[in-house]
Each structure stands twice: as structure tokens, then as C-alpha cells.
């Protein structure tokens, strides 16, 4: 069989090209044969000036304008057929040798070599040497040497040129020779043997028949050589003398030979048609070739040479002049019938070339798997033999196979998509491709064929000595079918590969990757402190609407406008360390090592830093690549590199994607992530990285400790929060805000602070004071904390419940090495500084309750006694005896109910607690000496409550002394001012009217109360407990705020006689009746200037003030009662001890509004004691106010209205 | 514009889901039979993924052998798709071989359903025929099965068992 035949076969002059001399330099000796190979054909017209006829030519009708002869070069020669005599094409007819002069300088020696490569060409009947590059001295030697042909050196045109000459001149030699050669056979007759016939036992009755068939042999030759010599219709003459004379004496062989001859000589003839008429003749004589063919097989068989290759070739030869895709189904006949005959050859490089032709026969039809298949089968042929270049030549085919399987490398395909650039944009946007085509990368996997073909591969290549072929063979097999291979196939596959890369130099790069598998994971968004902010310059607030701003972590309409396009924006910035996770998985069942793994970063503006992984069987890892961005532009990020089994390849993440999209659809053995454990993730696109210059970084941390503050429930502290610039840029812009939840206990910020140290530059450290008051813990929040205390574990920040500090900040607005877009503003940057503070559960407050009692009935337990001192300018009582000072009452209030607020607190910690109890008395009088009360200290002196640990204890405020002066300061404030009065009538209807501003004086005085506590040597706070104080403080609101309509006041008249007015409180100081009880016996100075003014036994002249405290006159009838100590009525009845002048009874009265009217009278004391003056009315048509105030509904009850008492303390006779 | 846009593409994306839903069902069987005891059964979906395959001789068992048969249908498809566009049978009798083997097909409906086709060694034709209609049939009711993902590989032991059954019956 002979490699590459079709039907023109036959009319090819076969010219064997030998180099002869010194060794030829390959790129020489490829530029000499494409010279000489360019000449394929030759045309008869330029043929015809090297053409002389030296008789008459046999070649009657040939075709000079037209024709032309054709010639196969064959390199290296060829051994002489044995079938040469029955197919002439066959024959080496020509010897051309080619000779590189400088090295080989004797050209003498040359010829002599020359003349002895030619010795085997037994039929050739022209020798050509020709010698390139000769030196001078060689072309005046060349001129003795004949034999040999130098090509002076000149440029390549000047060459082919002369190639073509000689080429011309070899081609007319040859068209006589051949005149030559057909004349002799015509004129004497020749020989012609075949291996058949040499086998062929020559009985007398088969010379007859020999004799017979040499003659249409004879014929048959000629034909030959006069397709040969370009002249097909001569050629069609001798053969149809052939074929007749073949079928005659049955001699199928030749009659099949001649036939084919026919066909090719009708094919030349009619060179460049091709009709169907055409086609129907050519096709009905070839299977008649291919029948006759069959048949001198069969009668041929028991011999020991086979025919069948001429069949085979005849069939091959069809199959190729067919090979159309509308035939394909003949050609496909054709070519099974080939294939079939391949049992039938004996030789196994037969068989080779047979399915070598059949596999590119089959290529150019389309079929790409049934070329794949022969390929295959020729890879597998040389396969059995048994050296490397057998092993070079299969491992080539199976690379061309590889496609068709779809096995291919990377590196080979990759080629293939840059040249078609078909999947190159879908590829490079790396977006979500569409599922079609995703399916369309999974096509033709057929994984059985291609587990096969790759180890096919493999073994040749290792055959081969190609160890790069063999990683890359073992890589592809081991990644895409790690499913279908057992534990002990994947560790021997990985030894291939280390294997391999040991013979492989050491940073050898492949463009299959072979495991881990690796996708991306994900991008750690950017921690809160080195946020990056979009910076619009134009507004006050640059950072305003780029970030999410306001409460909610999530804000809808924020997001809408990135969400749009589906792939996020990453901003990188010049030199500062970013960070990618990618999740890697060895599926397989051996430890994998992956000497470093890095990003792959192609757009050349990012250091990547190289890890090292060590992967145990079935198991997969998510690992943090990092780099540094080193210039500003867009980062692409395709994948992986990775440095595996000695070998670096690039892992894509497209790859793995598409792998599990595949996976998905079930068109892929397996998900590897998912074999391996690790949760089904969502395809995460490489966003869209820029990288943009230097930023400020501000490092924050807190001055003693990033620990959390631990306060108690309330507690006040300042937190000193320090600001670095870690960055490069000075900082030129900063903003401070506060988000997260309890905002408001974040009491102050020192704003100016940070301010004042702008620009911050890069290094610097400004300290930021913050005061933090801690916050009521949640009903929840308690709970968990109680739980947590009893637990021990009480020290736990709720990173929910803390405020943040949010700071915007940024570096100058542009960035002065990039002037080239004026308009790009460098971004800024946000930190969040958790305020961290865990707040414990302090102080427990339980209840308030407002106490209320009468100052008589305590009397006698030396309880609150009023005690009048001095100075009319303020009603402020102090006593100078402290246990007394808790109570102070001013005996111009008017109100005797006396009221306390009791407030219970617990606790529950294990601290205890010192509370303390004040009262603020800030600027809310309103400037009038008189009125206001305000010179009460904000600290009462109060001693300190303790609260131990686990205990409760209740805390008393007073509510009368200073909280009615308050009051009285509110309504005057907006009431026009009167005169002394402290009691303005409040009760009047314009008050009334205005609840609002009750409730505001409510307000008012609640917030005046505060509680604090101390606990240990540095926490100190105050508890909320306003809510429970109105809560407590509601209900009895109106007694508390408003005084009596009258009050009544007693004093001495010194002058026997009532003084007409003691309206003045300094002449009142001087004459004050103090109630003194046992404490005025134990007096100190003020008491002992009323000792002995009242005694027993004396007419002691007194007055009576009653005061109205309304805006209105009141009528009414006064009458004033003296007890004594056991409270009975000293001054009626029987038993009276005291007697008295003037009236005390039914005294009708009517005192203008907000003024006093006095009424005098006088006591004779008879026994010395204690008594209690008091003074009571009736009230005469009172007005409706009053008996609002009263609490009465019916408008005939009597409103009867009692003032306070007074102690008198009669001592007796001195 | 943009609202005839927005309009148009849902129902775009449904149709293309329907085709979708009717072209994955495309499924070519191939069947393998080889010598008189030996025969590999292959279904091949759309995709030319193999979904089903089925050494279903008794001869032969080794797995060098198994492959070529498995290479012989996979060269068998070139023709089988060119072939089955230019013939309205469904049956397709001995379209390829390869030395003794002889590859016959059945194509499912229409070509772009299920196309089954079957190499056999022109042998008991009928047999190989009834055989493919009844593999059609189970083929079928997989496709019903909810739980399959047309085009993906075929699994289930029941099917292996009766295409096993089958091809005792009738190869």
C-alpha cells in the first residue's frame, strides 16, 4: 500500500530527492526541497525549448499547449516496488540530489557519491545532483565536474529561477526517455513481471497464455508511460487495446490495471471538468476496477502474495475523487469496505497507511469521530511497535484525536478560540453565561472514550519521552475524571505527574491545570475601618447618599441603583494589602500538596503573594489569597495560578463555574466542591476591580484598652478614643456622626478636638474624648443580663445595643499624580469605632410612693417642726440642728399636709451603692429675689444612702419645701407680679385653663429631682427614674403644687395693742411666734430670744393674719381655738384654762385679694404647757373655685377652711 | 421602546423555555451488538453525552473490549446524524461497521426527540428492532419520572435490569 493515493496516482512521475555530501543544515536542506518541491507540474510548452526530437515521438497526440507533466518527489528515495513493472507510476524514474557545498567542498567526490546513491534506482532513467552555496573555487572546479549542477549563490528569486530551468530541462530529458523507452517496447517487445507472475508455475498451456497476456501487458505499459508523458490520449489508446486484450485471455489483474489507467487518463483529459456524466463513467469503471480487482484476489488467494492492497487502493482511491458531503453515504460504503479489508493485510504498515487514508478521508467528509476513530486505530498500531519514534508518531495522533474527543489541551484550543474568536467575548465578560451554551460546553463528553484517549495519551507521551505531553495527559485526566477513577488509579495518576515534572525543567508552565479545583469564595468586604466612601465633592457632606446613612443597615433605594447591573464595583487602592477568598477541593484520594497557589492577575498592577497548601484526601478549603495593587487602573482577576505536582498552570474560575453549572444540570460526573463536603455556594463574578491612589487610613483605638467599658446601668464616663493616620495621605476632611442604636448616651464628643488637629498627617495621633452615659438595659436586655449574672458571665458587649461613631473622612480631593483626568475624585473613607460598652444591671428601682402626713399628729415624736427664722427676702428655713433639717417647712406655704416622696430601690449587683438625693435648682426663677425660692442648696446635706449588696432601701424626698416655691416661681413668671405674696392664687382660671403649663411646671419639677449614686471609688451615675416619680406623683398632684385659698398666721402683739401691720416679713422676724416644742427648751441662739416672752399668768396680746390667697375678696367667718396638750379646748368650757379678751369667735371677715387682714386678740394663760393656737372660717358664698379646690360638688355644703396650727410654748412665772 | 422591550423578552424567555423543554428530551439510543453473544447497548442524549450504557452480551467481558465497542458507536454517530436527516424510518439497520461488529440505530421521533439506532451483524433484525421499541418505551417512562433531569444519565437500577431483561428476550 502506498501512503496518499488518488486516482491521478498514476500519472505522477516519481522522482526520488537524495541529499548527497556533507550533512545539510535542516533549515537549508527545507529551503532547497520547497524550491525544487514547487514544481510540481511541469507544462509541456515550457518544456518544449530542452525538447528535441531525435525520431519520430510515439507520443502522437500530445498535448503541447495543454499538457504537462506532473512529478511526485519523493524525499529520501524509496525501495523499489515489486508492482513497479505493473504500474509504472511506481517507478523511480528520476534521481535528484541535493548538495550543500560548504560542506561538502571536494564536488568531484560528490558525483562519485552521487553515482553511487543512484546504483539502487535501477529504473531510473535521469540523474540530476544539484549543489547550492558553491565558493568560487568550487565553481571553477564545477566546471570539470559535469556531473554535478551548481546553483551560483544569488538571491532566492535568482534561484527558483534556475530551479525552474533545471526542473524544465529534468522534465524534457525525462519525455525522451520515456520516446525512447516506448518506441524499444513497441518495436522489441519487453518484459514485464509481477510477484504474481513469478509464483506462477508456467505449464506449456499457460506459456500459450502468457504469450498472449504479455502483449496486452505491453499495451497496458505504454499507456502508462504515455500518461506519463503528459499525453492522455495516447495513453487512452494503448489502454483500451489493454483492456481488451486483458479480458480476452482473463487476465483480470491487468485488466483492472488498465482500467484504472483509463480513468486516469480520462480524468487528465478532461483536466478541470467535472460533470456528472463524468462522475457516472468514472465511478461505474472504478467499481468495476474494484470488482475485477476482488476477483484476481480470490483466484490469486492460495498464493502467497496478497493483491488485495490494489483492491484496498482502488476503493481509497474512489472514496477520495467522491469525498463530497452529498455522496458521503457512498463514500461511506467505500470506506467500510476498506476498513474491512484490513484483516486481509498481512502487513502491519499497510495496515497503517489504510487507516491513515481512511481516517483523512473521512476528515475531509466531516466526520470528525470517524476520523478520530482510525486515527485511533493507527495511534494504536504504532503503539505496537515497539520504539519511541512509533511512540512520537502515535502520541501525534492521538494530539490530532484529542479534539474530536474533546479532550484537547488548553493550550491547543486556545489557540483554536483566538483564531475563531468565537467564545472570546462571552468568556471574557465572565458574566453569567447563558445556559445553552453552558450546556454546549458539555457536549460530546463522552468520559469512557475519553478516560481512554487520555491514557492513550499518556502512555505515549511517556513512551515518547515528552514529559510535558504527559503532565498534561495525566492532569487532564485526573481533573476532569477523578469520579470514574478508583483511589489507587488517582495516586498513581499523581505519580505520573510528579514523575513527569521531575524530567521537566523547573518552572515549566502547562497550560491544563491539573487539582486543586478552585473557585472563588468570595471578596471580604473592606472592615469597617478602612470602608471606602464615594467622595461628591461639590456637596458639604461628601460622603452623603454613597453610603448607607440613617438607621437602617439596609436601605432599599440605596441599593436599587448598584443592584442594576448585577456585577458590584470593588475599589482597591494603591499599597494597601487586599484579600480574596477562593475555596480549593481535592476530590481525590491522596494528600495534595500545592506548593504555592496566587491570584492571577493579568492586567499587571497587582503583587500577588504566593501561599502554600496542603490538602488532605476529599476534603476542601477556603484559603485567603492576598496581594497589594501597585498601580492605579482595573484589576482582573481570572483565576488562579498554581504551582502543583511541579508544574505551574492557571486554575480559571470560569472553568470550575462552568463545571458546576454543569454539575447542576447533571451533564457532569460530579460537583468536586460537593463531594468533598463543602456547601453549594452561589457562582460569585469577579466584580469589576479598580484600583485607585493612596487613601488616608485612620486606625482607631481606645486609650486604656480596646476592652469593653463596663458600667452599670446610668453610669457617666468618659471614653478617650485615639485616631492614627496609618496611611501615606494626610488627612484633610473629617466627620464624626453616631449611629447604631442608644445614640443618646453618647452625652458629648469632642468634635473641635479632631478638628483642630486637621489635616492629620500620615503618622499622627489626635485623641478624641468621648462621655458616655450608660443606658437603661431593656426588659430583655436585663433578663439576659440577670441570667448572665447569675451564670457569671456578666461581661458581655451587645454589639447590637452599642452606639458607633462613624467617621468620615478623606484625604486631599485629588490625587496630584494623576492629572491626566482632572474630573476623578479620590474617594474617601469611613471608619466605624464601636463604642464598646457593656452595661451592667446597677440600681434597681422598685416603686416610688408618695407619702402624706399631718405635721400634728407627729408632734409629739418631735418630728418636722416648722421653725421660722428671719430674713424676708427668703423663706428658707435652716436649722441649725441637721436631724431636724430634713424637714423644713415654711409656714407661709399654707399647706400643712405634709408630703414625701418614697422611692424603693434594690440591689441587685454585687457593688454597693451610696445614693444620694438632690435637688437642682438652676436658673428657672425668674430673677425675683422675693418670690423665688432658689437659694436652696442643690445639695441638701442629705446623708448618703448605702445599698448593700442584695439589699433594698427606700430614700425620702421631700416634696413641700421646695417644690411649691418652684411652683410659685413658674406662676410668676407668667402671671403679672404681685406684690410679697409668695401663695399667688393659683387656683384662678386662667391657671386652670392652662394645663399645659401645669404640666410643663410638673415636668419641671420632676426633672429637678435627681438620684444619684456612686459606687466604688469611680463609678458614679444617676438613676432614670422620672417616668416612675410622675407615676407616683400623679395622682396627688394638685396638693402638692397648690396652696390653701387662706392661711393663717398668729403672732405676738407686742404692744398690747394689734400693730397695724406686720406686712412686712423684717418687722416680722422680730415678732415671729415659734412654735417651739422640747426643741426650743434645748435651744440654741434663736430660741432663747423667745424664751420668757410668753408666759403664764399675763395677758399675752396677740393677732391673727389670715391671708387670701385667691384673686377674689372672701367673706367669712373666723373664729380661732386654743388646745392644749391633750387637745382639748382650753378656752370653752368648763374646765377652760385659758382666758382671752377681744373676739375669737364668729368674727365676720373680708379680706381683699392676695392681702392679709389681721385681727386681734389677747390670752391669759393660766397654766403653763403647750398649747396649739388655730384659726378656721367659714367661707360666706364661696366662689366655685374654691369649692373646686375644696372638692366639693354641692354648692350648699359650707366650705370650711382651717389653717395650720401653731404651737405656743407658755412657760410659767419666772 | 424600553416598555415594547420589557414586554417582549419574558415572552421570549418562555418560549425558548418551551423548546428548550422539548429539545432536551432529544435522545439517541445506540446499540452495539457484537458477534452473536456480544452487544453494547448505549443511549446517547442530544448533547452526544452518553446517558446509558450496557455491555448486554455474554461473551467478552473484558474492559479493553468494552471500550472499542463503546469507540465504534462514538465514530458511528458521524453517519448516524447525517443519516438520520435524509430517512423517515425510525429504525436504521446496520448504518456502520467496524470489522465484524455492525452498529444499528433507532431514532426517536422526529430526530431532535430520541433517535435510536443499532449496529448488529444482520442478524435477527426483528429481534433488535422489537428490542429498541421496547428500550423506547422504558425510555419514555423514565422521562416521566419528575425527578429526572432530561439529558442527565440514567441511573436507575429498574431501567438497567429491564433493558438487561430485553436484550436476553430478544438478542
Known sequence: MEPDVSIETDCEIRVAVLPIGGPIPPPRLRDYLSMLSGHRRVDLSSVSSFYTEHQKSPFTHQPWDSGSLRFKYVVGGAPPSPWEDFQSCRKTLAVVGLCHCPSSPDLSLVADLFAAACKPYTSALVHRCFAFCPSDSQLDEGKKVDKVILFPPSDRQTQEIHMLTMVQDLAASLLMEFEKWVLRAESAGTILKTPLDSQSSLSSEEVIKAKKRRLGRAQKTIGDYCLLAGSPVDANAHYSTAIELARLTGDVFWHAGALEGSVCALLVDRA???????????????????????????????????????????????????????????????????????????????????????????????????????????????????????????????????????????????????????????????????????VSLFESQWSTLQMVVLREILMSSVRAGDPLAAWSAAARLLRSYYPLITPAGQSGLASSLVNSSERLPAGTRCADPALPFIRLHSFPIHPSQMDIVKRSPAKEEWWAGSAPSGPFIYTPFSKGGSNDSNKQELTWIVGEPVQVLVELANPCGFDLVVESIYLSVHSGNFDAFPVSVNLPPNSAKVILLSGIPTKVGPVLIPGCKVHCFGVITEHLFKDVDNLLLGAAQGLVLSDPFRSCGSGKLKIVSVPNISVVPPLPLLVSHVVGGDGAAILYEGEIRDIAISFTNAGTVPVEQAHISLSGKNQDSVISIARESLRSALPLKPGAEVTLPVTIKAWQLGMMDSDHASSKNSSGVSRISKEGSIPLLVIHYAGPLTYNESPKNGDFVSPGRRLVVPLHVCVLQGLRFVKARLLSMEIPAHVHDSLPNPIFVDDGSAEVVTSPNSVNSLVKIDPYSGSWVFRLLELELSNPTDVVFEVNVSVRMDGTNNGNGVTSIQNYAADFGYPKTRIDCDFS??????????????????????????????????????????????????????????????????????????????????????????????????????????????????????????????????????????????????????????????????????????????????????????????????????????????????????????????????????????????????SEETIFCRGSPFHINVVGAL | MERERGTLSPQASTADKIARSHTIVEVRVLACKVMATTACFIIVSRNDIPIYEAEVGSAMKKEEAAHQHQFILHAALDIVQDLAWTMSAMFLKAMDRFNDLVVSVYVTAGHILPILMLLHDSRNEDGIKSFFQEVHELYIKILLNPLYLPGSRITSSHFDTKVRALARKYL
Not at chain 1, 457512498?330 to 504498515?349: F, H, P, Y
Not at chain 1, 495511534?379 to 484537547?408: C, E, M, R
Not at chain 1, 406662676?971 to 385653663?993: C, V, W, Y
Open chain 1, 272 to 438: 478541470g471538468q467535472k460533470d456528472a456524466t463524468l462522475e457516472e463513467e468514472v465511478k461505474y469503471r472504478y467499481y468495476t476496477v474494484i470488482q475485477l480487482y476482488r476477483r484476481a484476489y480470490l483466484q490469486d488467494n492460495a498464493q502467497r502474495v496478497s493483491t488485495v492492497s490494489f483492491e484496498l487502493e482502488a476503493a481509497l482511491k474512489l472514496a477520495r475523487y467522491l469525498c463530497r458531503q452529498e455522496l458521503a453515504k457512498e463514500v461511506v460504503e467505500l470506506l467500510m469496505g476498506a476498513a474491512d479489508g484490513a484483516k486481509s493485510l498481512i502487513d502491519a504498515s499497510d495496515r497503517l497507511i489504510l487507516y491513515v487514508e481512511i481516517a483523512r478521508i473521512y476528515g475531509s467528509l466531516g466526520y470528525q469521530r470517524k476520523a478520530a476513530f482510525f486515527s485511533r486505530q493507527v495511534a494504536q498500531l504504532y503503539l505496537q511497535q515497539d520504539n519511541s519514534f512509533a511512540a512520537i508518531s502515535a502520541l501525534q495522533v492521538l494530539s490530532l484525536t484529542s479534539k474530536a474527543y474533546h479532550v484537547q489541551s488548553r493550550g491547543a484550543s486556545q489557540k483554536q478560540d483566538t483564531l475563531s474568536n468565537s467564545l472570546g467575548p462571552s468568556h471574557a465578560d465572565g458574566g453569567k453565561m447563558h445556559q445553552q451554551s453552558v
Open chain 1, 953 to 1194: 432601701a427606700r430614700v425620702l424626698i421631700p416634696l413641700e419645701h421646695f417644690k411649691l416655691p418652684v411652683l410659685d416661681g413658674s406662676f410668676f413668671a407668667k402671671e403679672s407680679q404681685t406684690t410679697d405674696g409668695l401663695g399667688s392664687k393659683i387656683s384662678n382660671p386662667a391657671e386652670r385653663n392652662s394645663k399645659a403649663e401645669l404640666n410643663a411646671s410638673i415636668n419641671n419639677l420632676i426633672t429637678k429631682i435627681k438620684v444619684r449614686w456612686q459606687s466604688g471609688r469611680n463609678s458614679s451615675g444617676e438613676l432614670n427614674i422620672k417616668d416612675a416619680i410622675q407615676a407616683a406623683l400623679q395622682a396627688s398632684m394638685m396638693d402638692i403644687l397648690l396652696p390653701e385659698p387662706l392661711t393663717f398666721l398668729f403672732t405676738l402683739a407686742k404692744n398690747g395693742i394689734a400693730n397695724e401691720g406686720i406686712k412686712s416679713p423684717k418687722e416680722l422676724s422680730e415678732q415671729t411666734i415659734v412654735a417651739g416644742d422640747s426643741s426650743i427648751q434645748s435651744a440654741s441662739g434663736s430660741n432663747t430670744r423667745f424664751k420668757g416672752s410668753i408666759s403664764a399668768h399675763e395677758m399675752t396680746p396677740m393677732e391673727v393674719l389670715i391671708r387670701n390667697n385667691t384673686k377674689e375678696p372672701i367673706q367669712m367667718s373666723l373664729s380661732v381655738t386654743c388646745r392644749d396638750v391633750a387637745g382639748e379646748n382650753c378656752i370653752e368650757g368648763s374646765k377652760a384654762t385659758v382666758l382671752w379678751a377681744g373676739v375669737l369667735t364668729g368674727i365676720q371677715l373680708e379680706v381683699p385679694p392676695l392681702e392679709e387682714v389681721s385681727h386681734s386678740f389677747s390670752l391669759y394663760f393660766l397654766v403653763p404647757g403647750d398649747y396649739t393656737l388655730m384659726g378656721s372660717a367659714i367661707i360666706n358664698s364661696a366662689t366655685e373655685m374654691l369649692r373646686a379646690r375644696a372638692r366639693t360638688d354641692s
